[in-house]
């Protein structure tokens, strides 16, 4: 195990809720975690993130969070977590917990005491407690809005439920309220929680909203478009008061000293959405964050222009200060990537939830997207079920749904559920062995057993086999672990081919997809990996139709 496992791992985000139950209140746990362990070792990646499993009312499915020394009972305990990372660190697999900085919940020990007081108090202090405007401060102190929508601030009040003229805000759901990263306090208590787990032989931290911490100061007005009421864009724009203040690098630094006071050095990946790639690299400086997410990846449609560039870009923007570029597809906050592929057929938009497009061909191009983004170079992430070509679930009745955006936004938005479904580990109905008693805190769709672990394992073709494969030929094919790649250029523009390795070296990897609506024959040797069954090699290379992905030795 090197110190720099990171520049080149695929690491499992387990969403803790979802992911396995093992005492059967239809609720994930750590003890389910632990008891899949072994399949997560057999699938072949490098670490697995664990969403937040601290204690917390779940109003945000656990990033609302109590006591980041506790385990959410739910969940089990702090002992229990280390066990896990004990059993974790046995298979090869590293051990990354999120860590939630930009808010706590409101049943956190600071807010309610800062609740028992009055505005101005040192225990308001720790918070953005700010004076309204208006007569008697009856309105907000400015125009931000909520991410999940609806204003950033809500009214503080006193002891006997009357106003007091002061708000305070929250940048996410009003149960969130922000911390105030200028009070020494706030970083002094963190840089301790980083210790107690580092101490407890974690791996690294998943830091989420990496880019909010500061805010500018005198809280001035963002002069919103009026009716511009859904959540505030996280695709920032210069000069936003909330976003990338210039003040955030510090906390950063500070963290990073933290993480390297420890033997092997901790590692971060921040959750960052920048305005600019050299907004961007200035958080993954060598005394900063290691990587951060791409959400510009995530986000790029079946369009080969702007795959090609969104690949060029994330490799050239990390390269600027030396950090590997990451990829990622699926989150616990996005529709599926075969169901995002499939509103892409449809001449829809990916982000466009109201409804299925044409699943065959997402699930095509969902195979397809995952072998492209395993053989680029960096460092991938996989989304609990992803391995396993899990679709989004729509038709999740509203009374089902708990994302806080959803009441914020009256529906329109907060759909995040559809990716929080339970995982299938058998076809067995009911709960397709998500638990020993059936029970699934989010319901099961008709077909979600099929898609089960079970099921695809006694299967070659599935989307498991296919995952399994290429992690394997990660590991195996040093190539695939180098770090660069130069691209191979075609005759027709609608196909990506990449070369990884030495350039002509006999160890070489070419790693192609087909984004048009033609068959092409590619040039190449043995084949190493295909998206979906049926793809033949041929004499001197191989037949990829569209929507499809392969690994070729080169
Ligand atoms: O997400 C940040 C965030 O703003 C997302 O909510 C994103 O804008 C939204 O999902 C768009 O679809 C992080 C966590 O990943 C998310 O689960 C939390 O709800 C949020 O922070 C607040 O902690």
Redesign the pocket.
């Known amino acids: 195990m090197t110190t720099d496992w990171w520049r080149s791992a695929v690491i499992y985000q387990i969403y803790p809720k979802s992911f396995a139950d093992a005492d059967g209140d239809g609720i994930g746990d750590v003890a389910g975690i632990r008891s899949r362990l072994s399949y997560l070792a057999d699938l072949g990646v490098d670490a697995i993130w664990v969403?937040p499993w601290y204690r917390s009312p779940d109003r945000?499915?656990g990033?609302?969070v109590e006591d980041f020394r506790q385990i959410d009972p739910r969940f089990g305990d702090v002992e229990e977590a280390v066990a896990l990372i004990r059993d974790a660190h046995k298979l090869g697999l590293r051990v990354i917990a999120?860590i939630?900085p930009?808010?706590v919940s409101d049943q956190h020990r600071w807010f309610r005491a800062a609740l028992a007081t009055t505005p101005g108090s040192p225990e308001w202090d720790l918070f953005h407690a700010v004076a309204g405007t208006g007569e008697g401060g009856t309105r907000p102190p400015n125009d931000w809005r909520s991410?999940?929508g609806g204003s950033a601030w809500d009214p503080i009040l006193d002891a006997a439920g009357g106003a007091t003229g002061f708000w305070f805000l929250h940048?996410?759901?009003a149960t969130?309220p922000d911390l105030n990263w200028e009070h020494p306090t706030v970083r002094a208590e963190f840089e301790d929680i980083l210790r107690f787990w580092f101490e407890r032989g974690l791996d690294g931290f998943r830091i989420?909203?990496a880019t909010s911490l500061i805010k500018a100061p005198g809280y001035p007005d963002e002069h919103r478009a009026p009716g511009a009421d859904a959540?505030l864009?996280?695709e920032v724009t210069e000069g936003q008061p909330q976003w990338n203040r210039p003040g955030v690098h510090d906390v950063w630094r500070a963290w990073r000293r933290v993480a390297d006071e420890h033997d092997p050095p901790r590692v971060f990946v921040g959750?960052v959405?920048a305005d600019s790639p050299a907004g961007l690299a200035a958080y993954l400086r060598p005394d900063e964050l290691h990587t951060v997410f791409n959400f510009d990846y995530m986000m790029c449609p079946w369009d080969v222009d702007r795959l090609r560039s969104v690949v060029d870009a994330s490799l050239s923007t990390a390269g600027l200060v030396g950090a590997p570029a990451t990829w990622v597809l699926e989150?616990?906050?996005?529709p599926r990537v075969r169901t995002r592929f499939a509103l892409d057929a449809a001449g829809r938009d990916i982000?466009d939830r109201s409804g299925p497009g044409e699943d065959a061909l997402g699930a095509l191009r969902g195979r397809a997207a995952t072998l492209f983004m395993l053989g680029l170079p960096g460092s991938a992430y996989l989304y609990q079920g992803q391995e396993l070509g899990l679709r989004e679930v729509w038709e999740l009745p509203a009374g089902a749904r708990q994302?806080?955006?959803f009441a914020r936004t009256n529906g329109a938005?907060g759909l995040?559920d559809g990716c929080r479904v339970p995982i299938p580990w058998t076809d067995e109905r009911p709960g397709c062995g998500f638990g020993p008693t059936g029970a699934s805190w989010l319901p099961m769709p008709p077909d979600w057993g099929a898609m089960s672990v079970a099921r695809q394992d006694r299967s070659e073709t599935g989307v498991l086999a296919l995952v399994r494969r290429a992690l394997r030929l990660r590991r195996a094919e040093p190539a695939l672990r180098s770090p660069g790649m130069t691209w191979v250029a075609q005759e027709d523009p609608a196909v990506l081919v990449l070369r990884r390795g030495q350039s002509g070296g006999d160890g070489d990897v070419v790693v192609a997809m087909n984004l048009g609506g033609a068959t092409v024959h590619l040039a190449g040797g043995a084949l190493l990996a295909a998206s979906a069954p049926g793809i033949q090699a041929v004499d001197g290379g191989v037949l990829l139709p569209p929507d499809s992905a392969v690994w070729l030795r080169g």
């Open positions: 969403s945000d499915g990033y609302d999120d939630v930009n808010h991410v999940f940048l996410f759901d969130q989420d909203v959540g864009s996280l959750e959405w989150s616990h906050d996005k982000n994302d806080p955006a938005d995040r």
